[in-house]
């Protein structure tokens, strides 16, 4: 038996007959990274409005899919009759966690492409995150929260009553 717990030989063979290693570290960090992936999405969707400020007068709503200290992405909802500005390579997204403060980050894009989800297409963009702005900080403070968070979160099955006084 291996002691340290990180490789293991035996019992599984592949489709050559020859024994599969099993490694639980990367196995576990595979199961935490769909947790996160699945907690940012929670979170993206039900406590943190995302904005765009495409133009000087004019906010875009987007769906923020996935965040890390090196940059994002989101997509917008395809519309031929308002397309996104192809134009913009690099401009400010606003992170609303209230009605009235938000946390602005600068990001560059470096790549976009059509998807569709749920029967609805969307431009999908991934960007970079601007590292140099003021902001950069708290943004990473932020991702490294929702990584700790993902880790350490628990579904609440509803099951416990909670009284006010």
């Given at each position: 038996?291996?002691?340290?717990?990180?490789?293991?030989k035996?019992g599984?063979?592949?489709?050559?007959?020859?024994?599969?290693?099993?490694?639980?570290?990367?196995?576990?960090?595979?199961?935490?990274?769909?947790?996160?992936?699945?907690?940012?999405?929670?979170?993206?969707?039900?406590?943190?409005?995302?904005?765009?400020?495409?133009?000087?007068?004019?906010?875009?709503?987007?769906?923020?899919?996935?965040?890390?200290?090196?940059?994002?992405?989101f997509?917008?909802?395809?519309?031929?009759?308002?397309?996104?500005?192809?134009?913009?390579?690099q401009?400010?997204?606003?992170?609303?966690?209230?009605?009235?403060?938000?946390?602005?980050?600068?990001?560059?894009?470096?790549?976009?492409?059509?998807?569709?989800?749920?029967?609805?297409?969307?431009?999908?963009?991934?960007?970079?995150?601007?590292?140099?702005?003021?902001?950069?900080?708290?943004?990473?403070?932020?991702?490294?929260?929702?990584?700790?968070?993902?880790?350490h979160?628990?579904?609440?099955?509803?099951n416990?009553?909670?009284?006010?006084?």
């Amino acid at each position: 038996m291996n002691t340290k717990g990180s490789k293991i030989k035996g019992g599984h063979k592949d489709s050559g007959g020859s024994e599969q290693v099993i490694d639980f570290k990367e196995v576990r960090a595979q199961k935490l990274e769909e947790k996160r992936r699945t907690n940012e999405r929670v979170f993206f969707k039900r406590l943190l409005s995302v904005y765009s400020v495409a133009t000087k007068d004019q906010m875009f709503p987007v769906d923020l899919i996935e965040v890390s200290e090196q940059g994002c992405s989101f997509q917008v909802p395809f519309d031929p009759h308002k397309p996104w500005p192809n134009d913009m390579t690099q401009f400010p997204i606003r992170l609303y966690f209230s009605q009235d403060s938000f946390l602005e980050i600068y990001v560059q894009v470096q790549n976009s492409r059509p998807a569709i989800e749920n029967h609805n297409r969307f431009l999908r963009l991934g960007c970079a995150v601007d590292r140099t702005a003021t902001s950069y900080p708290a943004y990473q403070a932020f991702v490294r929260f929702l990584k700790q968070y993902a880790e350490h979160a628990q579904n609440d099955p509803g099951n416990t009553s909670i009284f006010y006084l």
